[in-house]
């Protein structure tokens, strides 16, 4: 196929133009700068420079070009959020520049989109130890703060699935981890004591990048049209083991413990670290797609991230 890539410089873009390519695809692929399109050239990617929160640009910038599918993995997360606000732009690629990549697909006559989803879709709260399968709806609104992320995760689902003549599919990924810059920046923040552990705390559902790469392209090419998926590996993991397992990859000092309360003043980082609980299952993936993670858990996963 060829597949217009959105994010394609990201850190899981980066990952998916060389597994795409590697399975036979062609790539254009999607960048804001010159120094992206030299790298995506570089790659063996088409590069296309444009902004997709820029509608006009982008559908210039797609003219006369032609693509049998859009991956959208476009985000704006350099980091484990903070606060909310670092979150808002993401929110708006999510939502508005979903409707723009729709738009776009039609003009270079993709029939099958892909598109990045999350699973804190499921909401920011204790999900029990029951796992979390694609039958559970995405939370209602209604969080206050958390509202502008939930209706962005929400927009985007409904308007792929949604686009007439488009075979949309929506992949929850679980918390990316791996030899990618967010993931170096919690182990630095770990060697300078900078990164606590909470208590108590939260459960996450991770997944390796090279294993986020790999569902995606099994999604492109076996995923079923309205179909979302659950993509994460086979354990769950406290928040305060795997601050432990960071330092420890680090080489760095054991993480000091601080009550969970203290961390309130930073409400995005409290709700993720501490006030969700969430086992994914993946089971709907590797049934339908024939995909296994590689890295089944954050042990084999960490011993590659630096």
Do not use: C
């Not at 999510?94 to 776009?104: F, K, V, Y």
């Not at 204790?126 to 039958?135: I, K, L, M, N, Q």
């Not at 929400?154 to 679980?174: H, K």
């Not at 000091?256 to 309360?261: D, F, G, I, K």
Request: charged share 20%.
């Amino acid at each position: 196929m060829n597949v217009l890539l959105a994010g394609a410089t990201g850190t899981l873009g980066s990952v998916l133009v060389r597994d795409l390519l590697a399975a036979g695809h062609a790539v254009l692929g999607l960048t804001r700068s010159a120094g992206g399109a030299r790298r995506l050239a570089e790659a063996g990617a088409v590069p296309v420079v444009a902004d997709m929160m820029d509608r006009e640009a982008l559908l210039a910038a797609l003219d006369g070009r032609q693509a049998d599918a859009v991956v959208h993995e476009a985000t704006a997360i350099t980091g484990l959020p903070l606060f909310h606000r670092a979150l808002y732009a993401t929110d708006a690629l999510r939502d508005r520049g979903t409707a723009h990549l729709i738009e776009a697909a039609k003009l270079v006559g993709a029939h099958r989109f892909v598109t990045q989803s999350f699973f804190l879709g499921y909401g920011y709260r204790d999900h029990g130890e029951a796992p979390v399968t694609e039958e559970r709806p995405f939370a209602e609104l209604g969080q206050g703060a958390f509202d502008p992320h939930m209706r962005s995760m929400r927009a985007n689902e409904e308007q792929v699935f949604g686009a007439p003549g488009i075979e949309g599919i929506s992949l929850r990924y679980g918390m990316f981890y791996g030899p990618e810059a967010s993931t170096r920046k919690l182990m630095d923040m770990t060697r300078k004591r900078m990164l606590p552990v909470p208590d108590p705390a939260g459960t996450v559902s991770l997944i390796h990048i090279e294993d986020a790469a790999s569902a995606t392209v099994a999604a492109l090419e076996r995923g079923v049209a309205g179909r979302a998926y659950n993509v994460a590996d086979d354990h769950p993991v406290r928040f305060d083991d795997y601050v432990r397992a960071l330092a420890a990859a680090a080489g760095a000092p054991a993480p000091l413990r601080l009550p969970s309360a203290l961390l309130r003043p930073m409400p995005y980082m409290y709700a993720l670290m501490v006030g969700t609980r969430i086992r994914l299952s993946s089971e709907r993936a590797k049934r339908e797609l024939g995909w296994a993670p590689a890295y089944p858990s954050y042990r084999e996963g960490l011993a590659f991230a630096t």
